[in-house]
């Protein structure tokens, strides 16, 4: 990413001058809402009874990149930080500010790309979210 950031979550915080995190990608959380039908939601002209916000997901992708500590017991910080949840997700891309109420999000890391000679592994982190930021 080009722009200015920063993450906090779990204890955890770093921005584009870390050098041992960096955000690769970060979206906004996804807008999900459940719905309770009168009929089946297929059937044409269904009456839709009720809609409420549902728990949303926020996505985004960490580059561990060593900094002069092994990218694993950076991948540990993050897991720990990830478990210290629920708490407070905050999240500003150039300038713009999202605060949200977040759980432990779900962690992968995927071995294609990870970087080990030069110390570096990708994770991607799920949090599951409040539907609206603040």
């Known amino acids: ?16 001058t870390s050098a041992t995190y960096r955000l690769v990608e970060a979206a906004p959380a996804d807008e ?3 719905r309770s039908w009168a009929t089946a939601p297929y059937v044409a002209g269904g009456t839709v009874l009720a809609e409420v916000a549902d728990v949303s997901s926020y996505r985004m992708a960490i ?6 500590t092994n990218a694993g017991t950076l991948l540990n910080a993050i897991r720990t930080a ?7 997700l905050v999240v ?3 300038g713009a ?6 759980r432990p999000a779900d962690i992968s890391c995927r071995a294609e790309y990870e970087d080990l000679a030069n110390n570096q592994r990708l994770v991607t982190l799920v ?8």
Do not use: H, N
């Open 1 to 16: 990413m080009s722009t200015s950031y920063s993450v906090a979550f779990g204890g955890l915080s770093f921005d584009e």
């Open 32 to 34: 999900k809402w459940r």
């Open 63 to 68: 580059r561990c990149i060593g900094g002069g």
């Open 82 to 88: 990830s478990r210290a949840l629920p708490g407070t």
């Open 92 to 94: 500003v891309l150039a």
């Open 97 to 102: 500010s999202e605060t949200y109420q977040a």
């Open 127 to 134: 949090f599951p979210v409040q539907p609206y930021p603040s």
